[in-house]
């Protein structure tokens, strides 16, 4: 059984920092893609970042520069260093890992944790 779990939110000042933390087990292997997708009330669900078990990258345009994805391939774990943070970033921060091949929508997603920054 696969479970996904974040840890790591809070509430922070603008231009403070934190760091999301997430564990997928289930897998006897590494996930495919492990990312970071967030959530404002009222809002859908975008994307923030994700990273590939072979390193590859990717970034919204919006946190670009301030925000840095790294994994641990051995541990099934995935951060997401957020720096610069600013009010529009609040948000329920989710985890999701997906296998090659599968969309977003066919993930695996955890439980959420809050980011509120304050201005």
């Known amino acids: 059984q696969v479970q996904v779990v974040e840890s790591g939110g809070g509430l922070v000042q603008a231009g403070g920092s934190l760091r999301l933390s997430c564990a997928a087990s289930?897998?006897?292997?590494?996930?495919?893609?492990m990312g970071w997708h967030r959530q404002t009330p009222g809002g859908q669900r975008e994307f923030v970042a994700s990273?590939?078990?072979?390193?590859?990258?990717n970034y919204a345009n919006s946190v670009e520069g301030r925000f840095t994805i790294s994994r641990d391939n051995r541990r099934n774990t995935v951060d997401l260093q957020m720096d610069s943070l600013r009010p529009e970033d609040t948000a329920v921060y989710y985890c999701?890992?997906?296998?090659?091949?599968?969309?977003?929508?066919?993930?695996?997603w955890g439980q959420g944790t809050q980011v509120t920054v304050s201005s």
């Open positions: 999701a890992v997906r296998r090659w091949g599968t969309p977003w929508s066919g993930a695996y």
């Open positions: 289930g897998s006897s292997s590494p996930w495919h893609t």
């Open positions: 990273c590939t078990s072979g390193g590859t990258t």
